[in-house]
């Protein structure tokens, strides 16, 4: 987060679609590893947002992260990401059990016009620590995924965006009948990111 | 309590889990059942008609009607976003594959994996008297019979894991000096004894009877074998490794030049490619099966130097299959990872204590390392974090030898304070019913994908 150097309450377009590519990167590591879709001893601990966070050592999964996150700020600079949706599916159906859904408000302003904004530093590290939270406790009201997972994630753009070399339209990966919960949202005045998980309905409740 | 019986009905289990997987996941039921809601059937219809609806509405077009149709255009496809996803999907867990290799048991047994019970006392404890108390000896291996062979002495005695009957193989008198070094062939019928003469012995473990003697292999003792298919590899107090063909008379076909001192580590990868080799001059050799020559024998593959005490503890990763464990003596206390295609060292940790023998776990990614003083402990390891599981103690002095079950699941360890004793420490026999009983990497086909 180069950019915010001159003052710390101010805060610029750039500097805010680094903050916010950032916290997917950490928040999909979150994920995978919280809702076990990589084993554990493939991760590796870190400090962050106040917390202990932990980061994939997988290479592979590593790089995809990181051209996510790549792309992600890219298009948060640009204004033109919706939403940002973590897919997680059985590994031998295919079926979608759980979406993390991250919606994604830019102030059109900002982006048009260059202008920055005030919010500390610190408050939007607050928020996202709460949400960092919510995420690691999610496993105690989140179904069991007691099988053998992988996971994809979604980008939703505004049509106009030139599709990247390395991307492709998708499906959006719905579950039907799903069981939602909102968590926390953060702001950094320039990108709001609202937090969403839902899930497939446990069967064995209606039974 | 019998675990060869156990291992046998635990591998006829995907006939009686088949079933049980059906009924359990009905998404799993081949018939196509159309999901509605994830359907958008009113941007469909309006795909589908939109541009038919244009054309024909062209003349008595309306303004409200226009307006209409932009608004509904507008609804429907305008405001509608883009959803993208990455042409390259993120690689699925290897950890998950492995799973799904297992995958009947492991449904319904989601939680097994993460809370393996492992005992901190030893499954059985046998005397083992007159063990040589010799870092440099290799005396003690597990067949693919499941009986294990332990030198004491002048004599190899054989231990059958699944009936607990023993039997004594009387190799030689003491001006041939003890045994040092046994190792069974990958049948599981012929083992091979080297001793301290320098000689090297073939008996066929059914009929217990001698079949031949390998003379004029080594100038000294004998004290690391290794099986490669028909060849057998020794390695000797002369620094010398021999590749003897024990089909032919004249068995000897090959060796490797390179060390200095006394070679007390051998080990064959899986793939028969690589032979690595450990020796009393700290150095750690990788050497190429195809370059092994009478002539000119000098060139290995990479020349290790970083252990600063005798290599002899060496193990090949099973599930990559470029992997090397390497352990060090007491001067050095480390166990090193390398590649031995670049020969690059991967990672070295400190164990505090000599490394006298490393096992790879078949079923998880650990590694178990037996040490010196002063636990004389056998250490579980988390491999790549290398976060110790757990220690295992009970040995009273170093713990020389380890050996592992052709299941993969217990650990035989024999140390210097006249023991033997068993670790389930790799699991439960249950649960690693895949475990392959031949010498095959049971990871190999992951090895290829890589």
């Known amino acids: 987060?180069?950019?915010?150097?001159?003052?710390?309450?101010?805060?610029?377009?750039?500097?805010?679609?680094?903050?916010?590519?950032?916290?997917?990167?950490?928040?999909?590591?979150?994920?995978?590893?919280?809702?076990?879709?990589?084993?554990?001893?493939?991760?590796?601990?870190?400090?962050?947002?106040?917390?202990?966070?932990?980061?994939?050592?997988?290479?592979?999964?590593?790089?995809?992260?990181?051209?996510?996150?790549?792309?992600?700020?890219?298009?948060?600079?640009?204004?033109?990401?919706?939403?940002?949706?973590?897919?997680?599916?059985?590994?031998?159906?295919?079926?979608?059990?759980?979406?993390?859904?991250?919606?994604?408000?830019?102030?059109?302003?900002?982006?048009?016009?260059?202008?920055?904004?005030?919010?500390?530093?610190?408050?939007?590290?607050?928020?996202?620590?709460?949400?960092?939270?919510?995420?690691?406790?999610?496993?105690?009201?989140?179904?069991?995924?007691?099988?053998?997972?992988?996971?994809?994630?979604?980008?939703?753009?505004?049509?106009?965006?030139?599709?990247?070399?390395?991307?492709?339209?998708?499906?959006?990966?719905?579950?039907?009948?799903?069981?939602?919960?909102?968590?926390?949202?953060?702001?950094?005045?320039?990108?709001?990111?609202?937090?969403?998980?839902?899930?497939?309905?446990?069967e064995w409740d209606e039974q | 309590m019998d675990a060869g019986s156990r291992y046998n009905t635990s591998s006829r289990r995907p006939f009686s889990d088949h079933k049980l997987q059906r009924i359990s996941s009905r998404e799993n039921l081949d018939r196509f059942i159309p999901n509605r809601s994830a359907m958008d059937f009113d941007f469909a219809q309006y795909m589908l008609m939109g541009g038919k609806v244009e054309k024909e509405n062209q003349a008595p077009c309306s303004p409200s009607r226009e307006a209409y149709r932009k608004q509904l255009a507008e609804i429907f496809n305008m405001n509608r976003t883009r959803i993208l996803a990455f042409k390259n999907k993120p690689p699925p867990s290897v950890h998950t594959t492995c799973q799904n290799s297992l995958s009947p048991l492991h449904q319904s047994k989601p939680n097994n994996k993460r809370r393996r019970y492992i005992p901190q006392s030893s499954e059985r404890t046998l005397d083992a008297p007159d063990l040589q108390d010799d870092f440099y000896l290799n005396l003690l291996d597990w067949g693919s019979n499941n009986i294990f062979a332990i030198a004491l002495g002048n004599s190899v005695y054989l231990w059958d894991y699944t009936n607990s009957s023993t039997s004594e193989i009387v190799a030689t008198d003491d001006d041939n000096g003890p045994v040092t070094s046994i190792k069974w062939a990958p049948d599981g019928r012929h083992l091979a004894i080297g001793l301290n003469n320098s000689h090297v012995q073939m008996w066929d473990s059914s009929a217990n009877r001698k079949l031949r003697t390998l003379k004029d292999v080594h100038g000294s003792r004998v004290g690391s074998l290794d099986w490669n298919s028909q060849i057998l590899t020794t390695g000797g107090m002369d620094s010398m490794i021999i590749n003897n063909d024990v089909r032919i008379r004249s068995h000897v076909v090959g060796s490797y030049r390179g060390h200095s001192g006394e070679v007390c580590g051998l080990k064959w990868s899986a793939s028969g490619q690589q032979l690595a080799s450990g020796g009393n001059d700290n150095l750690l050799h990788i050497w190429d099966s195809s370059r092994a020559s009478t002539n000119s024998a000098t060139e290995w593959l990479h020349r290790l130097v970083d252990h600063t005490a005798a290599v002899k503890a060496l193990s090949w990763c099973p599930f990559q299959c470029n992997v090397l464990a390497s352990g060090g003596g007491a001067g050095d206390r480390c166990i090193k990872f390398w590649n031995t295609v670049t020969g690059a060292c991967l990672n070295s940790v400190n164990t505090g204590s000599q490394v006298c023998c490393l096992l790879w776990n078949r079923h998880e990614r650990e590694l178990l390392s037996s040490h010196g003083f002063d636990h004389n402990q056998l250490t579980l390891w988390k491999y790549p974090s290398m976060v110790k599981i757990t220690e295992l103690v009970g040995h009273t002095s170093r713990v020389l030898f380890m050996a592992q079950s052709p299941d993969g699941c217990t650990v035989a360890s024999a140390a210097a304070d006249e023991t033997l004793r068993l670790w389930n420490v790799f699991g439960t026999p249950e649960l690693a019913k895949t475990a392959p009983k031949t010498k095959t990497e049971p990871f190999v086909n992951f090895a290829r994908i890589r």
């Open chain 1, 1 to 202: 987060m180069a950019s915010r150097t001159v003052a710390k309450d101010i805060i610029t377009l750039r500097g805010s679609a680094a903050i916010v590519s950032e916290f997917f990167g950490y928040a999909a590591n979150s994920i995978l590893y919280n809702r076990g879709v990589y084993p554990e001893e493939s991760f590796a601990k870190v400090k962050k947002y106040g917390l202990p966070m932990l980061l994939t050592q997988d290479e592979g999964v590593k790089s995809f992260i990181a051209n996510l996150t790549a792309q992600l700020s890219e298009w948060l600079e640009a204004g033109q990401l919706q939403r940002v949706v973590l897919v997680i599916m059985s590994k031998a159906t295919n079926e979608v059990l759980e979406r993390w859904n991250f919606s994604i408000e830019t102030d059109s302003e900002v982006v048009e016009k260059g202008v920055s904004k005030e919010k500390s530093d610190k408050e939007i590290m607050r928020e996202i620590q709460a949400i960092m939270r919510q995420i690691a406790s999610s496993i105690t009201y989140l179904p069991c995924l007691d099988e053998p997972c992988v996971f994809d994630v979604l980008a939703y753009t505004d049509k106009d965006v030139a599709v990247p070399f390395t991307w492709i339209e998708s499906d959006p990966k719905l579950i039907a009948n799903p069981q939602m919960v909102k968590l926390h949202s953060f702001d950094t005045k320039i990108h709001k990111v609202d937090t969403l998980v839902s899930y497939k309905n446990d």
